[in-house]
């Protein structure tokens, strides 16, 4: 069955620093979001992304974020400066017309 | 707005006894209802899903019922597994491009 896969599993970095978050949706979707939990905490929206752009964000998907279709497979979520409370686990997602998201298993990304 | 509301956990039972996490929702419209399972370090897996009033979503021998009346969507359990253990999630989409969850209900099954 086609999933949803994410890399790095885990990130470790200082702050300050710029981190790109990668994500394969399966292949036939055509709507991909980027979710994050921050630890003991529920789970929130970031971005939604369809047709080559944003089609929604949230409050917390400032300037210091972006996301990125670079070619027909992946989609990244980039933090130009990363802070110490952007440590959280970032969920990619994708869906089709009208179906339900499927999720990644996720990236955790630790910012010292 | 919308919003979701869990029960708070966490939540302990014995393996086989009924288990019963209650999710309310706040929307606009009519949203799709959904349940998505967290097992530990692993990420969100869809439970199942109910789109409409008076739906009844199943999966695993889970179920919940899609109550617009008392705008509610309750996921129960006859008889819980040790590997039932996780994190559960309620969510709703509005219709919109995003998924609105809940905080979670930590789960634990005790053999």
């Known amino acids: 069955e086609p999933e949803v896969t994410q890399t790095p599993s885990h990130q470790v970095t200082q702050m300050g620093q710029e981190v790109i978050l990668r994500c394969v949706p399966i292949?036939?979707?055509?709507?991909f979001y980027w979710y994050r939990q921050i630890l003991g905490q529920k789970v929130e929206f970031l971005v939604s992304f369809y047709n080559n752009e944003i089609s929604e964000k949230s409050e917390i998907f400032d300037d210091q974020f972006s996301v990125e279709r670079p070619d027909g497979s992946n989609f990244t979520l980039k933090i130009r400066s990363t802070k110490l409370e952007d440590s959280a686990m970032y969920f990619c997602a994708s869906r089709r017309i009208q179906e339900t998201q499927y999720f990644g298993p996720g990236t955790r990304l630790l910012v010292l | 707005g919308n919003s979701v509301t869990q029960m708070e956990g966490p939540v302990t039972l014995s393996e086989e006894a009924f288990l019963t996490i209650n999710c309310t929702y706040t929307a606009t419209g009519y949203p799709s209802l959904f349940w998505y399972v967290q097992y530990p370090g692993e990420g969100l897996q869809l439970l199942l899903k109910?789109?409409?009033?008076?739906d009844k979503g199943s999966n695993k021998g889970f179920e919940a019922t899609y109550r617009k009346e008392t705008t509610s969507f309750h996921l129960e359990k006859g008889s819980v597994q040790v590997s039932d253990s996780a994190v559960y999630f309620c969510?709703?989409?509005?219709?919109?491009?995003?998924?609105?969850f809940g905080q979670g209900t930590r789960l634990t099954i005790n053999p």
């Open positions: 292949s036939n979707h055509l709507y």
């Open positions: 109910a789109t409409k009033a008076d």
């Open positions: 969510a709703l989409n509005p219709g919109a491009q995003k998924l609105v």
